[in-house]
């Protein structure tokens, strides 16, 4: 069983695993569950997307909107996530608005990504990445972490 948040609603969907979770919808707010795209997300949205995400992994962009190498990725994290579907959870969080959250992670540098499973991180790394590394990286990570 998989579970992911809804990103309407913030209501917790359990989703089977012979059961393809770009279909489906929110039990509360019956909102799409998986887009395909990145979420912009804050602290709170963050920390209940960690939580509430169980069974895939939850891969998390630190960006800010003066820094040119993170405006570099961001469209190659959305082309990563369109073709990681529903494998992973893809957030963006903006450093300058949750300087919290880099304190905590002792982010250095951005654009950094941060990848969780189940809540925990389980992997990161720093610096401009194509879609391709990206989706490789993700699928690396997460292979390894379910071992």
Avoid at 67 to 94: D, E, H, I, W
Avoid at 124 to 137: C, E, F, P
């Amino acid at each position: 069983m998989r579970q992911f948040v809804c990103p309407s609603c913030g209501a917790g969907n359990r989703v089977p695993v012979d059961r393809d979770p770009a279909q489906a919808r929110c039990g509360r707010c019956k909102a799409e569950v998986l887009s395909g795209a990145p979420l912009d997300v804050e602290a709170k949205a963050f920390a209940h997307h960690l939580a509430g995400t169980k069974g895939v992994p939850v891969l998390v962009d630190v960006w800010a909107p003066w820094c040119g190498p993170c405006r570099a990725m961001t469209p190659q994290f959305a082309q990563a996530a369109k073709r990681v579907g529903s494998g992973a959870r893809f957030l963006k969080l903006n450093a300058d608005e949750n300087p919290e959250l880099c304190a905590q992670y002792a982010l250095q540098g951005i654009p950094a990504l941060l990848l969780f499973l189940d809540g925990r991180l389980i992997a990161r790394k720093a610096g401009l990445m194509s879609a391709d590394q990206i989706v490789d990286w993700v699928t690396l990570a997460a292979a390894k972490a379910a071992v």
